[in-house]
């Protein structure tokens, strides 16, 4: 079935650094991607998304592009900031189930 | 204010009396779920519902019922808790005529502990 596999974390950076969390996705046909981030003590919130192969995706900072060919849906930020710090969740939407299918979250964790 | 809304945020039960979460939510959103989520498991649907009185199972439904007589509502049932079912519940639902590919919002959460 479909699945997603986020790199573990926790990921621990100093402010400003550069920031990579690796997700890849196996999956049929051709889902749409998303980076969901959860903020300590809330839900989750939408941060990007991408739904066809070459996309990217923006916010606040964040990129991620889909990469097809190597299905991945890496999430990138130049400059990290201590406000940054939440739990994020790489997830697709089945293309078959119509279900949203989430990896198991990476933590990260900036220190000023 | 857009927001799909969680009650109880904490609940502290015992092993088999039955207890219910809400959802509501006042988006007119058609999908509705339920996830849970546990340490190294991620999230995890328990159930969906596509609309009123159209529910379907996720990927962990045992020991779990739903209702969709409402739109805006889609309530929890553990008609039997187990010490297993402790986790942080959360409920989300989306506009997506196609599923979830439009935004997705989720409710604040819902952590039970049966003992």
């Known amino acids: 079935g479909d699945s997603v596999t986020q790199m573990e974390g926790p990921v621990t950076l100093s402010e400003e650094a550069f920031l990579t969390i690796n997700c890849t996705y196996t999956?049929?046909?051709?889902?749409?991607l998303f980076w969901y981030v959860q903020y300590p003590g809330e839900g989750l919130q939408l941060l990007l998304k991408?739904?066809?192969?070459?996309d990217k995706g923006s916010n606040k900072g964040f990129e991620a592009t889909y990469r097809k060919e190597t299905t991945s849906f890496h999430l990138e930020k130049g400059s990290v900031q201590v406000s940054d710090s939440a739990v994020y969740f790489c997830a697709l939407e089945s293309y078959n189930t119509d279900k949203l299918i989430f990896g198991t979250g990476t933590r990260l964790q900036v220190f000023p | 204010e857009a927001q799909v809304t969680q009650n109880p945020r904490y609940l502290i039960t015992v092993t088999g009396k039955k207890l219910t979460v809400t959802c509501s939510q006042n988006m007119n959103h058609e999908y509705m779920s339920w996830y849970r989520q546990d340490p190294g498991l991620g999230l995890r649907q328990i159930y969906y519902?596509?609309?009123?009185?159209?529910?379907d199972k996720g990927d962990v439904p045992e020991g779990y019922k739903v209702s969709r007589k409402e739109k805006r509502n889609f309530p929890l049932i553990l008609e039997s808790p187990s010490p297993n079912q402790t986790s942080l519940y959360f409920c989300a639902s989306s506009l997506g005529t196609g599923g979830w590919d439009t935004e997705a919002f989720f409710g604040q959460g819902t952590r039970l502990t049966v003992v």
């Open positions: 991408a739904t066809k192969a070459d």
């Open positions: 519902s596509m609309n009123v009185e159209v529910t």
């Open positions: 999956a049929t046909g051709y889902p749409s």
